[in-house]
């Protein structure tokens, strides 16, 4: 586990950033979407302003996240920590398969 | 209670419940429904989202190409937003807690969605705005097309209430249970009132905004003798139009009783009264209401209302169902009047900037030959059944003319060769609906035998005025100056010709215009088939003498306004119950 997650039976919450250069678009929304949507926690992303249903497509895309921007993903349920982890994941590991502004400014050089 | 006046273009009294049909590319109104139907509603969303899905993996999976992924990325977004639950849940519980249509409830979230989208200042999402109306079209497209599926499967009398009725819509019609018409669009001579006059149901339009002043299921009155829709009426009012209506089939009767009796005046002049029709089974109505022939079978609806072009067998069968009835009679068959606003399949979503003046009619017949000949393959077919004509329409010039017989002429050939027994005397006429064939009347006279004036076109083209647009239709008017100069030219051309001359436009089919045109020498007239006896009654009651008298003076007035005013008053004296 890493740190700053927060993990109690059935609850978990991460602070994540968004790296990829193009931020939280329609492509990155849907992952998110799509992996939200594989468990049964009921799953939440805010920023500062809002909280979005992290399984549907409308509110997520929505909160128009950018490079740079925090989001909390909190979940609550059964599987609330894998779902945590496996968000976590798409978001800072993967970069929703996308470059980061440093890979993008190298792609064009 | 609220009374809305319109155009009256269908006779007869409705009073009944409505059933309101929107239209994907228009603003859907707020409707609201009977608490106890929001299940089926919310019932209604689902269903639709359900078929939305369906259809878009299926249309993915058509684009497997590489080079389509961008296409393939598009719809896995409109897939992603159809399966999001909240979105479904935003909706079904505006249907449920605001008691509105599913139509409403879709087009409201979604343009409220599609605007919030418009905000975001990341043009990555703020552009995904058009994705989202895409996506309330094609719900609202499954929502409606559900609609018309229950219009077709109707099983108990209603009165249709719509902004306007397409030619698809109106095909599917079951006549058995629509009692009344009330559209917010449309003049005398749009597609709906044609229907509606050929179907006798009674019809108004021109309402403008009806669709929004009505809710689904309330008791509505249609009078088409006045122009007159009534919303809510209350017990009073509803009592007086059961007696009027009454009153009014008693006239009816009355006039079906000259049936038997024919069509001449008082001078003993005979006047030939045919039938217009769309379908074979309004041959039969003709025949009922005393008409003499078909006068104009237009062939389009065999094209609507379909997934694939009408084979020559279907076109035959339709023909010769219709000579069934009329074997002595002539059968006048037009040619395919397609383009403008009807379209054949392969067609249909071909926009042109103009369509009035674009690919339509015979221009289209004799750019797509298969699809022309085979119709004259099946015309010919069916020439040896009875006394059936061919007409030509929307001609324009002595080119088109020839052009069109020499194909004639070709598929005279093919039978031949195939020892396919045809009429080979069959007459050839062409509808004069253009101000070009009006003014060229005596040269196009010399290769016909028969001229047939569509005054609804003629009128549109000369006073270039959009029938079907309710901000000018007030300006169309078959009694214009300018249109009865061409429509005198016409018929004095022909007579100097010796080929026949019928009128077969709505003006036809109007009480107040029969006088002027038998004054300006027509003896054919051919008229939607609920007019058969009022359009006798009138012949029967006048002289020629006084016809001439009425063309004359007409000929000499400079106003559309004085022309109109004069004539009401001509026939009212005739015929005082029509007015």
């Given at each position: 586990?890493?740190?700053?997650?927060?993990?109690?039976?059935?609850?978990?919450?991460?602070?994540?950033?968004?790296?990829?250069?193009?931020?939280?678009?329609?492509?990155?929304?849907?992952?998110?979407?799509?992996?939200?949507?594989?468990?049964?926690?009921?799953?939440?992303?805010?920023?500062?302003?809002?909280?979005?249903?992290?399984?549907?497509?409308?509110?997520?895309?929505?909160?128009?996240?950018?490079?740079?921007?925090?989001?909390?993903?909190?979940?609550?349920?059964?599987?609330?920590?894998?779902?945590?982890?496996?968000?976590?994941?798409?978001?800072?590991?993967?970069?929703?398969?996308?470059?980061?502004?440093?890979?993008?400014?190298?792609?064009?050089? | 209670?609220?009374?809305?006046?319109?155009?009256?273009?269908?006779?007869?009294?409705?009073?009944?419940?409505?059933?309101?049909?929107?239209a994907e590319d228009?603003?859907?109104?707020?409707?609201?429904?009977?608490?106890?139907?929001?299940?089926?509603?919310?019932?209604?969303?689902?269903?639709?989202?359900?078929d939305a899905?369906e259809e878009l993996t299926g249309l993915?999976d058509q684009q497997?190409?590489?080079?389509?992924?961008?296409?393939?990325?598009?719809?896995?977004?409109?897939?992603?937003?159809?399966?999001?639950?909240?979105?479904?849940?935003?909706?079904?519980?505006?249907?449920?807690?605001?008691?509105?249509?599913?139509?409403?409830?879709?087009?409201?979230?979604?343009?409220?969605?599609?605007?919030?989208?418009?905000?975001?200042?990341?043009?990555?999402?703020?552009?995904?705005?058009?994705?989202?109306?895409?996506?309330?079209h094609r719900?609202?497209r499954h929502?409606l097309g559900g609609r018309r599926q229950d219009i077709q499967q109707?099983?108990?009398?209603?009165?249709?209430?719509?902004?306007?009725l397409s030619p698809t819509q109106t095909a599917g019609f079951n006549k058995?249970?629509?009692?009344?018409?009330?559209?917010?669009?449309?003049?005398?001579?749009?597609h709906?009132?044609i229907v509606?006059?050929s179907?006798?149901?009674?019809?108004?339009?021109?309402?403008?905004?009806?669709?929004?002043?009505?809710?689904?299921?309330?008791?509505?009155?249609?009078?088409?003798?006045?122009?007159?829709?009534?919303?809510?009426?209350?017990?009073?009012?509803?009592?007086?139009?059961?007696?009027?209506?009454?009153?009014?089939?008693?006239?009816?009767?009355?006039?079906?009783?000259?049936?038997?009796?024919?069509?001449?005046?008082?001078?003993?002049?005979?006047?030939?009264?045919?039938?217009?029709i769309e379908f074979p089974d309004e041959a039969?109505?003709?025949?009922?209401?005393?008409?003499?022939?078909?006068?104009?079978y237009r062939t389009e609806f065999l094209y609507l209302n379909r997934d694939t072009e009408p084979t020559e067998d279907e076109h035959y069968d339709a023909y010769a169902r219709t000579v069934g009835?009329?074997?002595?009679?002539?059968?006048?068959i037009r040619t395919v009047d397609l383009g403008a606003d009807k379209y054949t399949q392969s067609r249909r979503y071909v926009r042109e900037?103009?369509p009035?003046?674009g690919l339509r009619s015979i221009r289209f017949c004799l750019q797509n030959l298969t699809m022309f000949k085979t119709q004259l393959r099946a015309i010919l077919r069916a020439s040896?059944?009875?006394?059936v004509?061919v007409m030509f329409p929307l001609?324009?010039?002595?080119?088109?003319?020839?052009?069109a017989?020499?194909i004639l002429?070709d598929v005279?050939?093919d039978l031949?060769?195939e020892?396919i027994?045809y009429?080979?005397?069959?007459?050839?006429?062409?509808?004069?609906?253009?101000?070009?064939?009006?003014?060229?009347?005596?040269?196009?006279?010399?290769?016909?035998?028969?001229?047939?004036?569509?005054?609804?076109?003629?009128?549109?083209?000369?006073?270039?005025?959009?029938?079907?647009?309710?901000?000018?239709?007030?300006?169309?008017?078959?009694?214009?100056?300018?249109?009865?100069?061409?429509?005198?030219?016409?018929?004095?051309?022909?007579?100097?010709?010796?080929?026949?001359?019928?009128?077969?436009?709505?003006?036809?089919?109007?009480?107040?215009?029969?006088?002027?045109?038998?004054?300006?020498?027509?003896?054919?007239?051919?008229?939607?088939?609920?007019?058969?006896?009022?359009?006798?009654?009138?012949?029967?009651?006048?002289?020629?003498?006084?016809?001439?008298?009425?063309?004359?003076?007409?000929?000499?007035?400079?106003?559309?306004?004085?022309?109109?005013?004069?004539?009401?008053?001509?026939?009212?004296?005739?015929?005082?119950?029509?007015?």
């Amino acid at each position: 586990m890493q740190t700053g997650e927060t993990v109690q039976k059935g609850f978990c919450e991460v602070e994540v950033e968004i790296k990829n250069a193009d931020g939280l678009h329609m492509r990155p929304a849907m992952q998110f979407v799509d992996i939200a949507s594989q468990y049964q926690a009921s799953i939440a992303v805010s920023n500062e302003q809002t909280s979005a249903d992290g399984k549907s497509i409308m509110q997520m895309s929505m909160l128009a996240a950018t490079c740079g921007t925090r989001l909390k993903i909190r979940a609550e349920g059964a599987d609330a920590g894998n779902a945590v982890e496996a968000l976590r994941e798409l978001v800072e590991v993967k970069h929703f398969g996308e470059p980061t502004p440093e890979e993008k400014a190298r792609q064009v050089q | 209670m609220e009374i809305k006046k319109g155009v009256a273009v269908s006779p007869g009294i409705s009073i009944g419940k409505c059933l309101v049909i929107d239209a994907e590319d228009y603003r859907i109104p707020r409707r609201s429904i009977e608490p106890s139907q929001r299940l089926a509603e919310t019932q209604r969303v689902r269903n639709a989202f359900r078929d939305a899905i369906e259809e878009l993996t299926g249309l993915q999976d058509q684009q497997k190409d590489i080079g389509q992924r961008k296409i393939r990325d598009i719809f896995a977004v409109h897939l992603s937003f159809l399966r999001d639950r909240s979105l479904r849940k935003k909706i079904t519980d505006l249907v449920h807690d605001e008691s509105v249509t599913a139509e409403f409830a879709v087009s409201k979230t979604l343009r409220d969605t599609a605007s919030d989208f418009a905000k975001v200042k990341d043009s990555y999402i703020s552009e995904r705005a058009a994705d989202i109306y895409d996506i309330e079209h094609r719900l609202l497209r499954h929502l409606l097309g559900g609609r018309r599926q229950d219009i077709q499967q109707l099983s108990e009398e209603a009165i249709i209430v719509a902004r306007e009725l397409s030619p698809t819509q109106t095909a599917g019609f079951n006549k058995e249970y629509i009692k009344g018409i009330a559209t917010g669009a449309g003049g005398r001579t749009s597609h709906t009132a044609i229907v509606a006059r050929s179907l006798g149901i009674p019809a108004v339009v021109a309402l403008e905004d009806i669709t929004e002043s009505v809710t689904a299921g309330e008791t509505v009155i249609i009078d088409g003798n006045r122009g007159i829709v009534i919303i809510g009426p209350d017990d009073t009012t509803i009592q007086q139009y059961l007696e009027y209506a009454v009153e009014y089939t008693e006239m009816e009767h009355r006039l079906d009783a000259i049936r038997e009796k024919p069509a001449e005046t008082r001078d003993d002049v005979r006047v030939m009264l045919f039938g217009n029709i769309e379908f074979p089974d309004e041959a039969a109505l003709v025949f009922k209401k005393g008409g003499e022939g078909i006068g104009l079978y237009r062939t389009e609806f065999l094209y609507l209302n379909r997934d694939t072009e009408p084979t020559e067998d279907e076109h035959y069968d339709a023909y010769a169902r219709t000579v069934g009835v009329f074997k002595k009679e002539p059968v006048i068959i037009r040619t395919v009047d397609l383009g403008a606003d009807k379209y054949t399949q392969s067609r249909r979503y071909v926009r042109e900037p103009n369509p009035f003046l674009g690919l339509r009619s015979i221009r289209f017949c004799l750019q797509n030959l298969t699809m022309f000949k085979t119709q004259l393959r099946a015309i010919l077919r069916a020439s040896v059944l009875g006394q059936v004509k061919v007409m030509f329409p929307l001609i324009t010039n002595l080119q088109e003319l020839m052009q069109a017989k020499m194909i004639l002429g070709d598929v005279m050939e093919d039978l031949d060769e195939e020892k396919i027994r045809y009429n080979r005397d069959i007459e050839v006429g062409i509808m004069v609906e253009t101000p070009a064939a009006a003014l060229t009347a005596s040269m196009l006279a010399r290769d016909v035998d028969f001229f047939s004036i569509g005054t609804n076109d003629l009128t549109q083209y000369t006073l270039a005025v959009d029938r079907g647009n309710e901000l000018v239709s007030t300006l169309y008017s078959s009694v214009d100056p300018a249109v009865l100069r061409l429509v005198r030219t016409v018929i004095q051309d022909a007579h100097k010709a010796q080929i026949d001359v019928a009128v077969c436009g709505e003006m036809a089919s109007e009480p107040e215009s029969v006088m002027l045109l038998l004054g300006l020498g027509v003896r054919k007239l051919s008229v939607a088939s609920p007019m058969i006896p009022e359009i006798k009654q009138i012949i029967r009651s006048v002289t020629i003498e006084e016809c001439n008298k009425v063309a004359r003076k007409v000929l000499g007035m400079n106003s559309e306004r004085q022309i109109s005013s004069f004539l009401r008053d001509a026939a009212r004296k005739i015929l005082p119950e029509a007015f």
